[in-house]
């Protein structure tokens, strides 16, 4: 099987742009959770969707965004970039019902924003 | 609150020793499951082995094991005859009916030729 593919892998923003993530999840994996990770603050869950629904959020603002399509590929957006939001965003996913809960995590998307 | 504690930020040994990892977690809840992830310098996170909280047998993967105390909620990490490869930034992490993965800091593991 294919792995979890994200897209891009690398993206450089101007302060106060919106952009758009893009993740791919192993075949027949309903649920994709989102991370951002920095050297500051280690792994944030930002939002899991599970079969097109959000199923939890993390404590992130509302400039954070996601959805979830009927194929399973999920986007994330992040609107008004601040150069906070410079981070590595990962992407997992997983069967998302019990006992399937182990986590298949992607490569990445480094956002920068300048 | 659901927290995972590492309390090693950094650990190194020579090649070929035995190291453990220490990780400790705090639920209110029963059922839960428990997982210790791998991120090379590549940056790729990697799922290293899982624990079942229902389970008691403790979980092992060729050179990994881990020593799973439920009562004391500590989740440990043991690698055998370690190898250069095994040098990453190793986080442990729960994940309970709230479908939320709770990560620890991590600790850096540097393993020395």
């Known amino acids: 099987k294919a792995g979890v593919t994200q897209t891009p892998r690398y993206l450089i923003k101007t302060r106060g742009q919106q952009v758009t993530l893009s993740c791919s999840p192993i075949s027949g994996h309903r649920s994709v959770s989102w991370y951002q990770q920095t050297p500051g603050q280690g792994l944030q869950f930002l939002f899991e969707y599970f079969s097109e629904t959000q199923r939890n959020k993390g404590n992130f603002p509302g400039r954070f965004s996601g959805r979830q399509f009927s194929n399973s590929r999920s986007e994330m957006n992040v609107s008004t970039l601040e150069l906070g939001d410079s981070a590595l965003y990962l992407c997992?996913?997983?069967?998302?019902?019990?006992?399937?809960?182990?986590?298949?995590f992607g490569p990445g998307t480094r956002l920068t924003v300048t | 609150a659901q927290t995972v504690t590492q309390s090693q930020p950094e650990m190194s040994v020579q090649e070929a020793e035995t190291v453990t990892l220490s990780c400790t977690y705090d639920t209110s809840e029963n059922n839960y499951y428990l997982f210790w992830y791998k991120q090379p310098p590549s940056r790729q996170m990697i799922l290293v082995i899982r624990q079942e909280a229902y389970k008691q047998q403790n979980a092992t993967e060729n050179r990994f094991s881990v020593n799973f105390q439920k009562a004391a909620k500590s989740f440990s990490l043991k690698i055998s005859d370690s190898q250069l490869g095994d040098t990453a930034m190793y986080f442990c992490?729960?994940?309970?009916?709230?479908?939320?993965?709770?990560w620890g800091a991590g600790t850096k593991l540097i393993i020395k030729p």
């Open positions: 997992a996913s997983s069967l998302g019902v019990e006992p399937n809960y182990e986590q298949y």
């Open positions: 992490a729960f994940i309970d009916s709230n479908y939320q993965l709770i």
